[in-house]
């Protein structure tokens, strides 16, 4: 029979927390990163605006 290594609840209930904060960080820097895309979109857009405001003045 296979030797099977037993964790405290201490010692269980740790890896899961930090499995749990890891996805959540990930979480975190993905709505970072789109937040990031859609300023870059933004300012763009505001550049584009200016540039044909310019031309009609």
């Not at 550049?47 to 003045?57: A, I, Y």
């Amino acid at each position: 029979m296979a030797e099977t290594t037993k964790l405290s609840v201490e010692k269980a209930l740790k890896k899961l927390r930090e499995s749990e904060a890891k996805s959540k960080t990930a979480t975190l820097d993905e709505k970072t990163d789109a937040l990031n895309e859609e300023i870059k979109r933004m300012r763009a857009q505001r550049l584009r605006l200016d540039q044909n405001r310019r031309k009609r003045s």
